[in-house]
């Protein structure tokens, strides 16, 4: 059996990471690639070499050359500039989305039958481009956000009782952006809804650092933003349609009805298997999670909006 080919689209950390995680867990052969002449070749060089010490026996390719890609199983996207203190992810729609188009092509031409992850932001917009350029079906094209969103919520939640990440879980919905919705109903801690355990306040408190993650992070590293945990979100749902693994993540799914929201990528529970989005998982919300969710998706539309005057079109 021949084995997978994972296009990774932009060298930067993420897609370094990324290239590095897909090895260790043998998923597939890797094309890392990136118009920075010698940024791909480097870091797919480095990563090869650390083969017989790790026990990992992959292909791994850095390019300049889109048309390298071709015949990849699954397309990760982090192409386009990354945040610096005080920008907000909207503010990167102009510029990521010339880029996202233009890599969009490329995959168009050259993976046709992929399934591609987006990672770049504004995410919802960027899915949302992708979809449009490549014309792809939706269960095709989708948005990493959730997963990495509900990884915070969970971690924060841990960290304030003092217990293991595994014991914890949680979904967070809505678009990837600070009205993204932490859906306190459904966390739930050894089984125990997090609202018998965490006063409403700290929970109030925890669930508006995990919109501001993100941030938090950028504003930290001052050069730059989070790429190991996105990373291993992306990998973890590449991970999931390569192995056919049906694993329900959260994450950026095109819409037809469901939660009453339509024709919009919007941050919802999805099982992702070898058909790519192959079914959208409707959760109870409570009133207020309702009505968030709905603020939250009216914000991915204006972003939405707003990408065809951005391109000039």
């Known amino acids: 059996m021949a084995r997978k080919k994972i296009a990774l689209i932009g060298a930067g950390n993420i897609g370094g990471t990324m290239a590095h995680l897909c090895a260790l867990k043998q998923l597939g052969d890797v094309v890392l690639y990136d118009v920075i002449d010698g940024l791909p070749q480097g870091k797919a060089l480095d990563i090869l070499e650390g083969g017989p010490i790790e026990g990992f026996d992959v292909a791994l390719k850095g390019t300049n050359d889109i048309a390298d890609i071709a015949g990849a199983d699954v397309c990760i996207v982090t ?24 890599v969009a092509g490329g995959i168009k031409q050259h993976a046709a039958s992929s399934f591609v992850i987006v990672l770049t932001n ?8 992708m979809k449009r350029e490549t014309g792809f079906p939706k269960h095709r094209v989708v948005g990493m956000a959730g997963v990495l969103d509900s990884a915070r919520y ?17 979904l967070v919905l809505g678009g990837h952006g600070d009205d993204m ?6 966390c739930l801690v050894g089984g125990v809804p997090v609202g018998k355990l965490i006063s409403a306040e700290r929970l109030e408190a925890i669930e ?18 989070a790429y190991y945990s996105p990373a291993s979100a992306a990998v973890l749902m590449a991970e999931s349609f390569l192995l056919d693994k049906k694993a329900v993540l959260p994450c950026a799914a095109y819409l037809e009805g469901e939660y009453g929201l339509r024709d919009l990528y919007v941050g919802v529970p999805a099982r992702i298997g070898a058909g790519g989005v192959e079914a959208v998982l409707e959760v109870p919300l409570d009133a207020r999670e309702k009505k968030e969710l709905e603020v939250s998706a009216s914000h991915v539309g204006e972003l939405v909006g707003a990408l065809d005057k951005v391109l000039g079109r």
């Open 79 to 102: 192409s386009g500039v990354a945040r610096k203190p005080g920008m907000s992810r909207d503010d990167l729609l102009g510029i990521n989305a010339k880029i996202i188009s233009e």
């Open 122 to 129: 504004p995410l919802d917009a960027m899915v949302t481009l």
């Open 154 to 170: 969970r971690t924060f939640v841990a960290l304030e009782l003092g217990v293991s990440v595994e014991s914890v879980q949680a």
């Open 181 to 186: 919705v932490p859906a306190r109903s459904s």
């Open 208 to 225: 508006q650092r995990t919109r501001q993650a993100g941030g938090e992070i950028v504003a930290l590293l001052k050069t730059g933003s």
